[in-house]
């Protein structure tokens, strides 16, 4: 099993911006992290650092103990747009990380990822002709066909409406319980990282740092209707707010959706 | 027109993406059906003014009077003597420009610095005229064929240039991040992402540098040829055959088109993707 850990990792872009500092973290095998906190906090950063796209300026990423600079194969990232490759079919983009394997096997894993997602009949479309939570659907199975142990999720339904975000969530819970990869699931939605993660992490802005951080223990399949879930939520929230409580003056409010 | 086409033959075709395809080409048939109404109708009552006497038709000769002459030109030869001449200059002059603007496109678009120390200078030039350029390559190159592919040369560089240029500039660094995460080679990223993703505006540049490669050829034959098109212009303007003129022009209207639909279809296959807002041409 694999292991992820974020240690003293401190993150300034070019312009003097200290995004992140002083992160310690470890994602433990088989998880599902959720990172919650408003916009700004540093949330994409955290992500893009994890997956190797940009290399932390303090501190040190590892996985399985060797560290992490650049895109790694074993972690796959889903960003918040779908990002598919408008030249190629469906199944084109979500083979398109797998284009080293021979073209049989690869027919097979694009097929069968495709299947997961509930687009098998899709492969053959252009990306222009799918819904936003196709292409999202299709970007998931883009990242899962290359069997990541470790998958990176930056508000991947963020721009969907309530009805498809919670069917892909509940489709998401799916596919994860298959494999069991390490999932870190950035979100604003405070409902979205109840009902998935096993454990969630509170982040607050200037520079961005982790505020908070807990267990979510309610059993799985979860219920949103409870009021276990709704408890949960509360719990949240309150560690949210305290986190807010401490800049009340501020005048943008720091937490787009509750 | 789509939903006639669409019900009109193709009412059990299931596969809603074939069937899209091909009511766009049936289209495209009646399109340009109605593209050419409007020259044949012109034609038509020009024809006619003449054959009544409502005009004399000296200076603005009949269609009639045109394909004679087409005819007279092709059947002692000559008009494929021209034509041929101007197709090599514009095709050699076009294939020139196209390499040179693509190398040099790609390079300042792959590479800041480049593009910091050059780009300045091909834009100061893109601003001269390139008739202007006439007199220096015909003391450079002489009066035959080089200067004559050189200044097509030249106005097919710039559009094709700028084209590459801001291609590359503009794709989408999202995208490219894809090929990242995937870890792509340099050259896979160059093949699998950056070509991809700058073939169409790389089409339409192209295009448009046709285009000026066929305005450049006349002003080449100008400037003294003893065949071509544009040499049946100057020659027709100095015998006074007006249909002989009209006939050279619409020559190169014939091949500008066909040229232009060849390129546009040669490159088709490979911009079916795209989602452009007339859904293809
Ligand atoms: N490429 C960049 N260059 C400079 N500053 C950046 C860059 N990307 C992000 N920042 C800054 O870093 C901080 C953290 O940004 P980040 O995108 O990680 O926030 P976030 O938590 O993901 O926010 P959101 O929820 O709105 O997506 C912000 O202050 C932002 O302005
Ligand atoms: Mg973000």
């Not at chain 2, 021209?82 to 200059?89: F, G, N, P, Q, S």
Request: net charge positive; glycine share 10%; proline share 5%.
């Amino acid at each position: 099993m694999a292991s992820l850990e974020i240690k003293d990792v401190g993150k300034s872009y070019p312009n003097g911006i200290v995004a992140l500092s002083g992160i310690n973290l470890s994602v433990r095998p088989g998880e599902i992290l959720a990172i919650v906190g408003g916009s700004g906090c540093g949330k994409s950063t955290l992500l893009r650092l994890l997956s190797g796209l940009d290399v932390a300026t303090t501190g040190a990423i590892t996985l399985d103990n060797a560290p992490v600079s650049s895109p790694h194969p074993s972690v796959g990232i889903v960003f918040q747009e779908p990002r598919l490759l408008p030249w190629l079919s469906v199944a084109d983009n979500v083979g398109f990380g797998i284009a080293h394997l021979p073209r049989t096997e690869r027919e097979v894993r694009v097929q069968t990822a495709l299947k997961r997602v509930g687009l098998a009949d899709y492969g053959r479309r252009w990306p222009r002709e799918l819904s936003g939570g196709q292409g999202q659907r299709v970007a998931i199975a883009r990242a899962l066909v290359a069997q990541p142990s470790v998958l990176l999720l930056d508000e991947p339904f963020s721009a969907l409406d309530a009805f498809t975000r919670v069917e892909l969530q509940d489709h998401l819970l799916e596919l994860w319980a298959d494999t069991r990869p390490m999932m870190v699931l950035v979100t604003h939605d405070i409902e979205e990282a109840v009902a998935l993660a096993s454990r969630i992490v509170v982040m607050r802005p200037s520079p961005g740092h982790i505020e908070a951080e807990f267990d979510v223990t309610l059993p799985r399949p979860r219920d949103r209707l409870t009021s276990r879930f709704d408890e949960e939520k509360r719990r949240v929230l309150l560690a949210l707010n305290d986190s807010l409580s401490q800049r009340r003056d501020a005048t943008v409010p720091l937490l787009k959706s509750a | 027109m789509t939903t006639i086409a669409v019900s009109g033959g193709l009412g059990s075709e299931t596969l809603g993406d074939n069937a899209n395809r091909r009511s766009r080409k049936t289209g495209g048939y009646a399109h340009s059906a109605a593209g050419i109404l409007l020259p044949i109708v012109v034609a038509l009552a020009w024809e006619a003014a003449v054959r009544f006497g409502l005009a004399n038709g000296r200076l603005v000769p009949p269609p009639s009077a045109i394909f004679a002459t087409l005819r007279d030109l092709a059947v002692i030869g000559e008009l494929w003597v021209h034509i041929k001449a101007t197709v090599l200059r514009v095709a050699a002059g076009f294939a020139a420009g196209t390499l040179v603007a693509t190398v040099f496109g790609a390079i300042a678009g792959y590479s800041t610095l480049t593009r910091r120390l050059f780009d300045p200078t091909l834009q100061g030039l893109r601003a001269v005229p390139s008739i202007a350029w006439v007199p220096l390559f015909i003391l450079w190159f002489g009066i035959y064929e080089a200067s004559k592919v050189t200044l097509i040369a030249v106005g097919v560089f710039f559009p094709v240039y700028l084209g590459v240029l801001g291609a590359i500039l503009s794709v989408d660094r999202k995208i490219v991040e894809v090929g990242r995460v995937f870890r792509l080679t340099a050259v896979a990223l160059v093949l699998r992402i950056l070509l991809p993703s700058i073939l169409p505006a790389y089409v339409i540049s192209l295009r448009s540098g046709l285009g000026l490669g066929w305005m450049f050829v006349v002003a080449a034959e100008f400037m003294g040829a003893s065949e071509g098109l544009g040499y049946l212009l100057v020659d027709g303007q100095q015998l006074g055959k007006p249909q002989q003129i009209v006939a050279a022009i619409f020559t190169f209207a014939i091949l500008g088109k066909f040229s232009d639909w060849l390129l546009s279809r040669v490159t088709e296959p490979f911009l079916k993707w795209q989602d452009s807002f007339a859904g293809g041409r």
